[in-house]
């Protein structure tokens, strides 16, 4: 199983990036996605996730900001980031939780991580 995400890049306050994470290889199911981020000298922290449901939780932080989505079809989840403030700036990764097989148990992916630059 692979995650790979994309989207990021060098944006001024008060722009948008949208970020793409897209799973590949054995998906016999996929359960919740989400995107952390981490920030220099900072702790990982969880972003938004989605639930296979669509139902969403984000970080008080980006509510009203922030949009989590996923096409379940195309196994990819997305984070629309609007409103983007350089507090924003930290590498993306995005995070699922995905069973490869019936009778193999649900195990936690991670893609490699991308940088979301946000200048004053």
């Known amino acids: 199983v692979q995650l790979q995400a994309s989207g990021g890049g060098l944006v001024q306050a008060g722009g948008s990036l949208r970020l793409s994470c897209a799973a590949s290889?054995?998906?016999?199911?996929?359960?919740?996605m989400g995107w952390y981020r981490q920030a220099p000298g900072k702790q990982r922290e969880l972003v938004a996730s989605?639930?296979?449901?669509?139902?969403?939780n984000y970080a008080d932080s980006v509510k009203g900001r922030f949009t989590i989505s996923r096409d379940n079809a195309k196994n990819t989840v997305y984070l629309q980031m609007n409103s983007l403030k350089p507090e924003d700036t930290a590498v993306y990764y995005c995070?699922?939780?995905?069973?490869?097989?019936?009778?193999?148990?649900?195990?936690?992916?991670w893609g490699q991580g991308t940088l979301v630059t946000v200048s004053s």
């Open positions: 995070n699922a939780d995905i069973r490869v097989g019936l009778f193999n148990t649900v195990k936690d992916y």
């Open positions: 290889g054995r998906l016999f199911s996929m359960y919740a």
């Open positions: 989605i639930t296979s449901g669509g139902t969403t």
